[in-house]
């Protein structure tokens, strides 16, 4: 049995960030695929009672930040708590990411949207700007002119729209979220459980 993670991401997620690396490995470790849906949260949030960030109440932002620092200390993932660019417009680079996956194949996107994410995160860069993407795109061994090009494709951000209407439908709520059949796991703090259900599949 061929195992399957769909991957619902956020490219403005410290969140996603921090399970980048390590969701890559576990569908490696368990020969599974994995697909990435890098979907609007706004939207997502707006038809399933979650807030943005500057909407949340000031004891869940406090709260947010003692998070990310200790997760930064247990993953040894170098993340700015605060980086200079954030959030950053993600319009032209889940484009990019969309365009990839439908035309080259999963990896090069999954490549991408994860660059993207250190950028943002540990770089200090703004991926929401056209020459620092491009510069991504070509640290990625991607032709940044090509891709570029690709991105501005008008079925991507219709695609995305479709694709955040399906994950609603499907009971996404936060990023990043990995889907394994039935089962939600909501969090890089879940991949745990993840790794367990991909145990208990191949085995079966």
Not at 4 to 26: M, Q
């Amino acid at each position: 049995m061929t195992l399957h993670i769909d991957y619902y991401a956020s490219l403005n997620s410290p969140w996603t960030h921090l399970g980048a690396a390590r969701i890559e490995a576990l569908a490696a470790r368990h020969k599974a695929t994995l697909r990435i849906w890098p979907v609007d949260f706004g939207t997502i949030f707006a038809g399933s009672g979650g807030l943005p960030l500057p909407k949340r109440s000031p004891q869940r932002q406090a709260y947010r930040m003692q998070e990310l620092a200790r997760w930064r200390e247990a993953t040894g993932i170098p993340i700015h708590l605060q980086p200079r660019h954030f959030p950053t417009s993600e319009a032209l680079s889940t484009s990019c990411v969309i365009g990839l996956r439908e035309t080259q194949g999963d990896a090069p996107a999954i490549r991408l949207a994860h660059a993207v994410l250190r950028a943002l995160w540990e770089q200090q860069r703004d991926p929401g700007e056209r020459a620092t993407l491009a510069a991504i795109i070509g640290e990625c061994g991607l032709d940044p002119a090509a891709v570029l090009a690709l991105g501005e494709d008008p079925r991507w951000p219709a695609m995305r729209e479709a694709d955040t209407a399906a994950a609603l439908a499907r009971g996404v709520f936060g990023a990043p979220s990995y889907v394994i059949g039935e089962d939600i796991f909501w969090g890089q703090d879940r991949l745990e459980f993840v790794a367990k259900r991909l145990a208990q599949t191949a085995g079966t």
